[in-house]
Antibody
């Protein structure tokens, strides 16, 4: 059974930093691109970042470029999101999701999702 | 403003058929990038409903179906049930933004 368990969310002041983690199990982690997707209160889903199987390619939504860094540790089957210079608009539930299993994923989809971890940025 | 446009809400009575549209442009759906659909109940993990325009993952009832034409896609739900009440999102890739994009979401109410 595929499991994705996020942790690391919490309350942080504007301008602060937070590191989210996602522990993956039940599948061969190294075969898949992995992603972070978020949902702000009362808003829809928003893709945040993707990372390739070996970590050699990363992509981000424009609003987090230069502030957030996605990474992975394949030896630990873990995904991370380092969030710096946090703003109020980053307040959201952050989901870890398994993306696609190919090397090129322009038409990829999110097959499995974690339960999410809440990040609240206060001013 | 989302790159993919969905109606904010749709509704239907039990047993009826409803459709949810997802309108894009020449840099996403119209460019041939696949469309995927998710069901999301508040407080839970989103669930993949349809992938690659019209494919259902195992376990998803055949009451759910997807289609795509030109710069738009649609999700159809037949035999509406109370448990279908949820938020639905379409997702694709946009070459102008060089990233994954979601629709704004549609809230389905079962009357």
């Amino acid at each position: 059974e595929v499991q994705l368990v996020e942790s690391g969310g919490g309350l942080v002041q504007s301008g602060g930093s937070l590191r989210l983690s996602c522990a993956a199990s039940g599948f061969t982690f190294t075969r898949y691109w992995m992603s972070w997707v978020r949902q702000a209160p009362g808003k829809g889903l928003e893709w945040v970042a993707n990372i390739k199987q070996d970590g050699s390619e990363k992509s981000y939504v424009d609003s987090v470029k230069g502030r957030f860094t996605i990474s992975r540790d394949n030896a630990k089957n873990s995904l991370y999101l380092q969030m710096n210079s946090l703003r109020g608009e980053d307040t959201a539930v952050y989901y870890c999701a398994r993306f696609c299993g190919s090397t090129s994923c322009y038409s990829g989809w999110f097959e499995f999702w974690g339960q999410g971890t809440l990040v609240t940025v206060s001013s | 403003q989302s790159v993919l446009t969905q109606p904010p809400s749709v509704s239907g009575a039990p047993g009826q058929r409803v459709t949810i549209s997802c309108t894009g442009s020449s840099s996403n759906i119209g460019a041939g990038y696949s469309v995927h659909w998710y069901q999301h109940l508040p407080g839970t993990a989103p669930q993949l409903l349809i992938y690659a325009n019209n494919n259902r993952p195992s376990g998803v009832p055949d009451r759910f179906s997807g289609s795509q034409s030109g710069t738009s896609a649609s999700l159809a739900i037949t035999g509406l049930q109370a448990e279908d009440e949820a938020d639905y999102y379409c997702q694709s890739y946009d070459s102008s933004l060089s990233g994954v994009v979601f629709g704004g979401g549609t809230k389905l109410t079962v009357l």
